[in-house]
């Protein structure tokens, strides 16, 4: 685990959303701990450099600006290690696990449209001559992951859904830049204005837009909670009757140990359609919150699949706008 100085600690707790929507962004961030702008920009890149930071950045609601899902193959032990890297070689892959299950390598794939998100699919099981498991979202809960790593844990909203109607053509570049990570400069959105043909006055007001229209469902500092101590972490899945699923969920989200809840739709060969995360320091730990989730009165008869994660193959910002598809390895 990444040790953290007192710095390091307040700017990744304090500001994994709600990042200041002014000139200087970070200016403000340092004000309020009480450093200088300087400082502040070289601990984000340090904490960057040494992986305990993704990005300062944004996440977008899944399926408003493009398409997504969650994917597994079952890989034998033997082809693991190859399925990962061609896995990983695609652009649209923001996320890829090694978990503990008969399906054991998952991945987040995006794309900015279905066809292209079919494509994906397609090329990784041609590539990996395995079955990719597709299981698309079909109602959020809480999906976002943000939480604060000292104190206790508080109980997550309930998600509200987003009004796509504030989009415009230009809005799918920019959220790409802020999904990928702010420049860690003086002035970040002046610098994706320049980029993207736009003044920083415009790139403001279209991100205030697309926060207040739940597009954009968190602006801030993204940690990589693996890196800081969080190494025990599993996603679960729950069986439960299709009617039962909406109040189970809501009963999850006010569960201080779950840290993300949504509801997929199922495909052969898998029959769990409720999934948490439970984000935790030790196994103990992560075992014993998914316990007390599952004595929930709402969780009544439904045996938890738990699939802790082994490793991480890849993480990054989703794929909004179109990149090229990079050639598996040989």
Same mark, same amino acid.
């Given at each position: 685990?990444?040790?953290?100085?007192?710095?390091?600690?307040?700017?990744?707790?304090?500001?994994?959303?709600?990042?200041?929507?002014?000139?200087?962004?970070?200016?403000?961030?340092? $004000?309020?701990?009480?450093?200088?702008?300087?400082?502040?920009?070289?601990?984000?890149?340090?904490?960057?450099?040494?992986?305990?930071?993704?990005?300062?950045?944004?996440?977008?609601?899944? &399926?408003?600006?493009?398409?997504?899902?969650?994917?597994?193959?079952?890989?034998?032990?033997?082809?693991?290690?190859?399925?990962?890297?061609?896995?990983?070689?695609?652009?649209?892959? !923001?996320?890829? @696990?090694?978990? $503990? #299950?008969?399906? !054991?390598?998952?991945?987040?794939?995006?794309?900015?449209?279905?066809?292209?998100?079919?494509?994906?699919?397609?090329?990784?099981?041609?590539?990996?001559? /395995?079955?990719?498991?597709?299981?698309?979202?079909?109602?959020?809960? &809480?999906?976002?992951?943000?939480?604060?790593?000292? =104190?206790?844990?508080?109980?997550?909203?309930?998600?509200?859904?987003? #009004?796509?109607?504030?989009? $415009?053509?230009?809005?799918?570049?920019? /959220?790409?830049?802020?999904?990928?990570?702010?420049?860690?400069?003086?002035?970040?959105?002046?610098?994706?204005?320049?980029?993207?043909?736009?003044?920083?006055?415009?790139?403001?007001?279209?991100?205030?837009?697309?926060?207040?229209?739940?597009?954009?469902?968190?602006?801030?500092?993204?940690?990589?909670?693996?890196?800081?101590?969080?190494?025990? &972490?599993?996603?679960?899945?729950?069986?439960?009757?299709?009617?039962?699923?909406?109040?189970? =969920? !809501?009963?999850?989200?006010?569960?201080?140990?779950?840290?993300?809840? @949504?509801?997929?739709? /199922?495909?052969?060969?898998?029959? !769990?359609?409720?999934?948490?995360?439970?984000?935790?320091?030790?196994?103990?730990?992560?075992?014993?919150?998914?316990?007390?989730?599952?004595?929930?009165?709402?969780?009544?008869?439904?045996?938890?699949?738990?699939?802790?994660?082994?490793?991480?193959?890849?993480?990054?910002?989703?794929?909004?706008?179109?990149?090229?598809?990079? $050639?598996?390895?040989?």
């Amino acid at each position: 685990m990444t040790l953290l100085t007192p710095l390091d600690l307040k700017v990744l707790d304090e500001f994994q959303r709600d990042l200041p929507l002014v000139s200087r962004p970070f200016a403000a961030m340092a $004000e309020k701990i009480g450093v200088t702008e300087d400082v502040l920009l070289a601990d984000l890149g340090r904490l960057r450099a040494a992986g305990t930071m993704a990005r300062v950045g944004a996440t977008c609601r899944p &399926n408003t600006v493009g398409v997504s899902t969650l994917a597994a193959i079952a890989a034998p032990d033997w082809q693991v290690e190859e399925v990962a890297q061609i896995v990983g070689a695609e652009p649209g892959v !923001n996320h890829s @696990y090694l978990r $503990e #299950d008969e399906w !054991n390598i998952w991945l987040v794939a995006t794309a900015p449209d279905a066809e292209e998100l079919a494509a994906m699919l397609a090329r990784i099981s041609e590539r990996t001559g /395995l079955r990719v498991l597709s299981l698309p979202l079909k109602r959020a809960f &809480n999906v976002d992951l943000g939480f604060k790593l000292a =104190g206790p844990r508080h109980t997550l909203k309930l998600d509200q859904p987003a #009004d796509t109607s504030v989009i $415009e053509p230009g809005d799918r570049a920019l /959220l790409q830049c802020l999904t990928d990570g702010l420049p860690l400069v003086s002035q970040p959105f002046a610098e994706i204005g320049a980029r993207l043909g736009m003044s920083e006055a415009q790139v403001l007001a279209r991100i205030e837009v697309l926060l207040g229209a739940r597009i954009i469902t968190r602006l801030g500092v993204i940690v990589r909670h693996r890196a800081l101590g969080w190494r025990s &972490n599993a996603m679960v899945a729950w069986k439960l009757p299709p009617e039962r699923i909406e109040a189970a =969920g !809501n009963a999850l989200i006010r569960h201080p140990g779950v840290t993300l809840c @949504y509801e997929r739709h /199922l495909s052969e060969g898998w029959e !769990n359609a409720l999934f948490c995360m439970v984000h935790a320091k030790s196994r103990s730990e992560a075992l014993a919150a998914i316990e007390s989730a599952r004595q929930l009165p709402e969780m009544e008869g439904a045996e938890p699949r738990i699939l802790f994660s082994v490793r991480c193959f890849k993480q990054t910002g989703a794929m909004i706008d179109r990149k090229p598809v990079l $050639e598996a390895a040989e």
